[in-house]
């Protein structure tokens, strides 16, 4: 990446332009996916979906990044699933209506692979977790508004936010797994 494209810098190059970059969700997802009864994979998204970055363009290893995600938004094509998972069993909507990160430190190469780590605050509790992060490039759009694209993914234990609703099998093991993997897409646009 040409950091000079998104660099924007005074004739004595001793000044730095502080930005904030919004999360075209149009443009983004995040997704998530569990084991079903040991075998099967299920795989979910949120489509209500907000987040900024802000910083200095010149450094963004720097910068503020917030993701807020409306849990009611889960959508695992399957309106049966989705209501369990918003009633009091799994995220609980009426009392913990989002979903949030917010990034702590970021470590390694933002214009290639590094560590995203903040804290996400599902279901009323927060813990700290890191994401493998990969930045995907930058450009400009038709309409002359810069963009910037990062994927992350990881994996966390729902037990660590209190969702620990579960049926055992009879034939060993349980409905839903502990594990869940995430993977987001980030597409953000220049304010």
């Known amino acids: 990446m040409n950091l000079g494209e998104i660099t924007t810098m005074t004739a004595s190059a001793t000044t ?24 099967a994979t299920v795989k979910g998204s949120f489509t209500g979906i907000q987040g900024a970055i802000s910083g200095d363009e010149s ?12 849990a009611a938004s889960v959508n695992t094509r399957n309106e049966q699933r989705d209501g369990h998972l918003r009633s009091a069993d ?45 930045f995907e490039g930058h450009a400009k759009d038709p309409w002359g508004k810069s963009r910037l694209v990062y994927t992350a993914s990881g994996k966390i234990r729902r037990s660590d936010f209190g969702l620990t609703w579960n049926q055992a099998l009879e034939t060993g ?6 594990d869940v993997k995430i993977n987001v897409e980030a597409q953000f646009v220049r304010d």
């Open 90 to 134: 799994f995220f609980d909507v009426e009392k913990y209506p989002t979903i949030t990160f917010a990034a702590k430190r970021i470590s390694g190469d933002v214009t290639g692979d590094f560590k995203v780590t903040g804290d996400l605050t599902v279901h009323g509790v927060t813990r700290e977790i890191t994401l493998d992060g990969s």
């Open 59 to 70: 450094d963004l290893s720097q910068a503020q990044l917030t993701v807020t995600i409306d």
């Open 16 to 39: 730095t332009k502080t930005s904030t970059w919004q999360l075209d969700a149009a443009h983004s997802s995040v997704e998530f996916s569990v084991k079903h009864l040991m075998i």
């Open 173 to 178: 093991g349980v409905v839903v797994s502990d």
